[in-house]
């Protein structure tokens, strides 16, 4: 009795896995979830996502990436003080983790990519995600991206593109990172 009823639910999966696999021209394929992440991976590391967004460290040949807070954003435990006076020709600086930017805008802090639900983008969803890159604004809507990151070149990305970042993204180690809040130049709102 149990023969029967065992091949009777085998031949019931493989048919309704057979029926799930089929695909015609006017269905879209779901997207390569693996060649996605391996192409977000190539982006960030070649495009240098990683210059900013991974504190740097002093190593025994000089500044390097602390890869144990990759792409984390600014160090929540290294206060920047109050931002220099930039004169003449110069027109920002950086902190020593090359987290932290000061100019004329302020100081903005590169924030925590990493897949943390509290202090990354843990809880952004792609849609969220291509909208900030694709529109300047945090979280799509909200404040200004600052300098010096480069939104309004990486938002004429095509939108696989930004998808596949955003799919490795998700696959790094979450860092539990509190980035401080941007900080408008003296006298302006934030």
Request: charged share 20%; proline share 12%; net charge negative.
């Amino acid at each position: 009795m149990k023969t029967p009823l065992l091949l009777a639910i085998a031949l019931l999966s493989a048919a309704t896995q057979a029926g799930c696999g089929r695909s015609d021209a006017n269905t879209p394929s779901a997207p390569d979830t693996a060649g996605r992440v391996a192409r977000g991976s190539y982006i960030v590391n070649s495009f240098g996502c990683t210059d900013c967004h991974t504190p740097f460290k002093l190593g025994p040949n000089g500044p390097e990436k602390d890869n144990s807070r990759f792409l984390s954003g600014h160090p929540e435990d290294l206060p920047v003080g109050k931002a220099p006076k930039l004169e003449g020709a110069w027109a920002m600086a950086a902190d020593v983790t090359n987290t932290a930017f000061a100019g004329p805008w302020g100081i903005s802090y590169a924030m925590n990519l990493t897949p943390d639900p509290n202090t990354g983008i843990g809880i952004w969803d792609e849609d969220r995600f291509v909208r900030a890159i694709r529109t300047g604004r945090h979280w799509g809507d909200a404040r200004p991206i600052n300098p010096p990151m480069p939104w309004d070149v990486i938002r004429n990305m095509t939108d696989e593109d930004l998808k596949s970042i955003y799919a490795y993204l998700r696959t790094i180690p979450p860092v539990v990172n509190h980035v401080p809040d941007y900080e408008p130049p003296d006298g302006l709102p934030r």
